[in-house]
């Protein structure tokens, strides 16, 4: 049952599901402007980067769980600006704030495109980025995280270049690897000198889109390798801003129709 008439009459306070550079800009932005705002990190890195909100770590437990938290903590708005590929999380939130008719906006950055020297073969996920690898042993810099490596297992012929911001827990699932941990915004110069130093002949990376990760693309483009781009899942629709200000901007006319 929608709940449209208590939210309104609430004190306004919003949910930030966050884990990306634009989380944080928009951090930075809520802080300033004195919203009263909590963020919300997966939990998926040892050390999480410090916000400038009050700061919660962990999955919520599901739609139910999120349902839950989002009553106990009386909040009013939710901007989800999660990684485009975080795609459970994000429609979690759809489902709990339509339940609930809690206003909700996803903070999208726009994909990448291609431009001129680019050589990119765009897959649809995962399992089609290992097929669309050579058969012949190849050095893959597998610029994908950590969370779905286990895919590449059947491709073992190729050696692959990985780089992770913490060092793994478990055994790594693919024989020849060579780690870098280290964690972004990354530069084109820094990944043309990473893919120089370690003989990359392909790169495996995810359509993310934004600043902090393009880098890779950029520096591929120059060295004139192929990229395996991974596209993203499809997220059920919601309200869709592109910038950290446009976000502000939702929040204030959000705010301004609820009465505050
Ligand atoms: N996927 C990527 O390539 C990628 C890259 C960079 C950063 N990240 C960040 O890493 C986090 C996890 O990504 P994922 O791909 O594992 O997500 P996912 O598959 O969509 O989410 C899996 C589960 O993790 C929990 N979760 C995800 N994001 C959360 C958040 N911000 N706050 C609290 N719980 C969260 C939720 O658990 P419950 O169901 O228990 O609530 C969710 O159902 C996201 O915050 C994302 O922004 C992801």
């Known amino acids: 049952m929608p709940m449209m008439s208590s939210q309104r009459s609430a004190t306004p306070r919003l949910l930030l599901l966050g884990g990306t550079t634009e989380a944080r800009q928009l951090a930075d932005a809520l802080a300033a402007a004195g919203v009263d705002a909590v963020y919300s990190y997966a939990g998926r890195t040892q050390a999480p980067l410090a916000q400038p909100l009050p700061t919660r770590v962990g999955g919520f437990g599901g739609v139910a769980g999120l349902r839950d938290w989002l009553r106990a903590q009386r909040i009013t708005q939710v901007v989800d600006a999660t990684h485009p590929f975080a795609a ?13 008719g809690i206003a909700l906006v996803a903070l999208e950055r726009p994909a990448w495109v291609p431009q001129a020297g680019d050589d990119w073969r765009a897959v649809p996920d995962i399992d089609a980025a290992v097929a669309a690898l050579p058969r012949a042993p190849a050095r893959v810099f597998l610029a994908i995280g950590r969370q779905t490596l286990d895919a590449f297992a059947r491709a073992p012929q190729h050696h692959y270049l990985l780089r992770l911001v913490d060092p793994p827990l478990q055994p790594l699932p693919l024989p020849q690897t060579t780690l870098v941990l280290d964690r972004g915004p990354f530069t084109a ?45 499809q997220l059920p629709p919601r309200p869709r801003v592109g910038s950290v200000a446009e976000a502000m901007a939702w929040l204030a006319a959000h705010r301004a129709a609820l009465g505050v």
């Open 189 to 233: 110069e820094g990944d043309r000198q990473l893919m120089l130093a370690h003989g990359s002949t392909h790169v495996v990376a995810k359509n993310a889109g934004g600043s902090g990760a393009r880098a890779k693309l950029d520096a591929a483009r120059s060295l004139g390798l192929p990229v395996v781009l991974v596209q993203r899942p």
């Open 88 to 100: 459970r999380m994000s429609a979690h939130a759809v489902e709990a704030c339509a339940a609930l």
